[in-house]
């Protein structure tokens, strides 16, 4: 990293070893994941400086940063070492790039310093957060817990069919290994809640739905895509999206809508207003939330990939993971391969 300002930040005692190059309003922040250190973006920040201050720590017992052995290594106490090196620097708005471990810890990060700071907007404030290597970008948001991934199914949904082993599970009393609740049920409307939309009536959380629609038995087999959506969401008791690629076009990011946002749900027409909903966003608007999908993004019987967004939140910190490896696992019993996005 040539040219580079190389340094140590002190924080609760220890010594936490600092990247800087770069000037200008915009700062980028790189956190590296495990078992690497900031050395992981030395092709990175060369590029970046030309553009940006970059900022890249190496996290408490990572490279030349110290290492002791009488801390607890968990989010919190990264999290806050993150922060004091933030504040040393003078950092205020920026840009987190981020990957694995790092990722956690910077989200850690603007969770607890929003929740905690009644001057957020004048406090550490990331303007936009990015997994490093992902096709998807997510705004800083103190609830959202979003897990994303992506399907590829062997034959056009149309030609798959009907998976009888995926229905079989589409019941409320099927055997499986997660069940909701009324605590879930309003730990996802205060997710939702928390940017102004109001999730009630049909404007209610998707998972929430399908708990009606099942017990009323209205609700049928679409294609494998969805139904294996429709059950993980209607146990998991967390809203899931499911976007068909070849009708979506990147760059995606997750986010909130702004007022007068809305868009075409159903093959009627009908439309949905979000402002204030957490979307997700392709290059031409939103296109799927944990209410309602746009119609110009569903799977058809074409479908062969898709994205699907499972829409948590840190109140219920792990459910979205967990919710995703189960989807990932039912998807892939019916032939379909699973990657990260």
Not at 155 to 167: F, I, Q, S, T
Not at 189 to 208: F, N
Request: some cysteine; overall charge neutral; charged content about 20%.
């Amino acid at each position: 990293m040539a040219h580079a300002l190389v340094m140590f930040v002190e924080a609760f005692g220890h010594r936490l070893h600092v990247v800087v190059e770069g000037a200008g309003d915009l700062t980028v922040v790189l956190l590296h994941g495990t078992p690497t250190n900031s050395q992981v973006w030395r092709n990175v920040v060369p590029e970046l400086a030309k553009h940006a201050r970059v900022v890249a720590p190496d996290l408490l017992g990572f490279g030349a940063s110290d290492k002791p052995t009488d801390v607890v290594y968990d989010l919190p106490t990264h999290a806050a070492h993150l922060k004091a090196v933030l504040e040393a620097l003078s950092v205020d708005r920026y840009v987190l790039v981020a990957m694995d471990l790092g990722l956690l810890v910077g989200l850690h990060h603007l969770a607890s310093t929003r929740l905690g700071s009644e001057r957020v907007a004048h406090s550490n404030h990331a303007r936009r957060v990015v997994a490093a290597g992902r096709m998807i970008s997510i705004d800083a948001h103190p609830l959202l817990e979003a897990r994303c991934f992506v399907t590829t199914f062997p034959k056009p949904l149309g030609e798959l069919g009907r998976n009888d082993a995926v229905m079989s599970l589409l019941s409320l009393g099927a055997q499986v290994p997660m069940t909701s609740d009324d605590a879930i049920r309003s730990a996802v409307r205060e997710l939702l809640r928390h940017g102004g939309y109001k999730p009630t009536g049909r404007g209610k959380p998707a998972s929430e739905y399908l708990v009606r629609a099942v017990g009323e038995g209205a609700l049928n087999s679409i294609n494998v895509a969805v139904d294996a959506c429709n059950v993980v969401s209607l146990h998991s008791g967390l809203p899931i999206s499911v976007v068909d690629l070849s009708l979506a076009s990147p760059p995606f990011r997750i986010g909130l809508a702004t007022e007068g946002t809305s868009y075409v749900f159903n093959q009627g027409g009908q439309t949905i207003d979000v402002a204030g909903l957490l979307c997700l966003f392709d290059s031409q608007g939103p296109c799927a939330n944990a209410v309602k999908d746009s119609q110009r993004t569903k799977t058809t019987p074409q479908t062969t990939k898709t994205l699907s967004v499972v829409w948590g939140t840190t109140a219920l910190a792990g459910r979205a993971q967990r919710t995703m490896e189960w989807y990932r696992q039912l998807l892939e019993a019916t032939g379909a391969t699973t990657s990260d996005p």
